[in-house]
């Protein structure tokens, strides 16, 4: 089945404490993204990979860290969390944004940074 | 910059029709999307529309597109309770421009 996997579904951190968050795709995909949704705020775009070893910023990339060594796996990494990055994370993937905008959503992640 | 704008809540009751409506400021997008979110999920693509289309039909959704006003919209006819969700807009831009989202629209359906 084509999906994108996020994990863990659910987290508890304190503050400082260094975290991965793994995302990873089984369609080939050369986009993947990673986007927070906070309420009020809507869908924001942390980082975006065009493809293996390439990332670039989105809007909110502060105290974030991503990597793509693979194709199919896409971390978001947070070196030292800070109680105002406690949100709902989203993974996604597609073909490409110049090819097509049909992205594919993880289920998300709950962080809670105390 | 490109903004894309939605109302935050809509109230509709079982089996009226909902609309969904999205403005934006980029001229130059080439797809506008709808994403529906439902509860504890992440976002699903509805549908889609090319920028040099004025109308969509699928089933019970219907997407209208008015490109000289900037504004697109999400018809969905015999809502049922299931449709309750959070709908997002966005565009896409030609190249490897990432999409643009709005903020979303939560659509309660009172049964």
């Known amino acids: 089945e084509a999906q994108v996997t996020q994990n863990p579904r659910y987290l508890i951190t304190v503050t400082g404490k260094k975290l991965t968050v793994t995302c990873s795709q089984n369609?080939?995909?050369?986009?993947m993204s990673w986007y927070r949704q906070d309420p009020g705020l809507g869908l924001r775009q942390i980082y975006y990979?065009?493809?293996?070893?390439?990332?670039d910023k989105g809007d909110v990339p502060e105290g974030y860290k991503v990597s793509r060594k693979e194709k199919r796996n896409f971390p978001l990494i947070l070196e030292s969390p800070s109680p105002n990055q406690t949100s709902l994370y989203f993974c996604a993937s597609s073909p490409g944004p110049g090819k097509s905008g049909k992205l594919f959503f993880g289920s998300g992640t709950q962080l809670s940074v105390l | 910059g490109e903004d894309v704008e939605q109302s935050l809540f809509l109230s509709v009751r079982e089996g009226d029709s909902s609309v969904i409506n999205c403005t934006y400021t980029d001229s130059s997008s080439t797809y506008l999307y709808w994403y529906k979110q439902e509860p504890g999920a992440g976002l699903q693509l509805l549908t889609y529309?090319?920028?040099?289309?004025d109308m969509k039909q699928d089933q019970r959704l219907t997407v209208l597109l008015n490109k000289k006003d900037k504004h697109l919209s999400l018809r969905i006819a015999d809502t049922q309770t299931g449709d309750s969700a959070i709908y997002f807009c966005a565009e896409s831009f030609p190249g490897n421009t990432p999409l643009v989202f709005g903020k979303g629209t939560r659509l309660s359906v009172i049964a």
């Open positions: 990979s065009m493809n293996v070893e390439v990332t």
């Open positions: 369609m080939n995909h050369e986009y």
């Open positions: 529309i090319f920028s040099n289309m």
